[in-house]
């Protein structure tokens, strides 16, 4: 299966107001997308109906969300196909929890590990790998709520990694991490959006966006204003559009910045 996700015409209600608005997209495997818009745009709603904390409403007309091919998914298993990290993960997993027990309860969808869980050698031995591969692995040992916010954030990625998911979503990544971190986190970005794998980076800053995403969707009120490759969608004109402000936008190295 080529396809990853494929939405058409997908509306969200919450408290009876209209958040997504006949969301269309598809993305395939290989692919890398970065999600822009404004507080309020609907960034975190889409991601909650492709994790199944949304449900799309019933409307006119055909609509359907489709992930891998399916329709209906069990959450729990839905789960182990993608990876997710975001500031309110970190926010639940700032801890007194060894780092190492994160990472494996990645396997189990939990915070930390219970007794009742199996951990596995072969287990021990896959966090071990992801932690070398995040450059973290010198963390295993400490707790989660006594490291940086650049490390913590390498640590969820190691954590959404375990179990080997198709697709790595990451909310926000970037948000509170001063400029070493930031640059570090980049990096490890990069490095998986060269493996395999697609990702999906939802953010409001552009510096957030790596070379290796090649297309980008704004979002404005609920609905995809432009859908279309980086350099296209990424221009003043549409940047001052959907943040209804001036906008400059420039691009160096394969990296773009936006100022008001």
Request: charged content about 25%; some cysteine.
């Amino acid at each position: 299966m080529n396809t990853l996700l494929e939405l058409k015409n997908v509306s969200v209600l919450k408290g009876g107001k209209l958040i997504l608005d006949s969301v269309s997209l598809t993305l395939n495997h290989g692919e890398h997308l970065a999600i822009i818009g404004p507080n309020g745009s609907g960034k975190t709603s889409l991601i909650r109906t492709l994790t199944r904390e949304y449900y799309p409403a019933a409307g006119e007309g055909e609509s359907y969300l489709r992930i891998m091919g399916r329709t209906f998914w069990d959450v729990s298993q839905l789960r182990k196909m993608l990876g997710i990290v975001s500031s309110e993960l970190q926010w639940i997993c700032s801890r007194p929890i060894p780092v190492r027990e994160i990472v494996l309860s990645g396997f189990f969808s939990s915070i930390g590990i219970y007794f009742t869980q199996n951990v596995t050698p072969s287990r021990e031995e896959k966090a071990r790998r992801v932690l070398d591969s995040m450059d973290v692995s010198g963390l295993s040992d400490r707790l989660m709520n006594e490291i940086s916010l650049g490390e913590a954030r390498r640590v969820l990625i190691a954590r959404a990694l375990v179990h080997d998911p198709r697709l790595l979503i990451l909310d926000e990544p970037a948000a509170s991490l001063d400029f070493q971190a930031l640059h570090t986190f980049r990096e490890s970005v990069r490095k998986i959006a060269r493996s395999e794998k697609s990702i999906v980076l939802v953010t409001h800053d552009l510096r957030d966006i790596i070379p290796e995403i090649g297309r980008v969707i704004l979002l404005k009120e609920g609905k995809i204003f432009r859908d279309g490759k980086k350099e296209a969608v990424l221009t003043s004109e549409n940047l001052s559009r959907i943040f209804s402000l001036p906008v400059r936008v420039e691009e160096k190295d394969g990296y773009y910045q936006a100022w008001s």
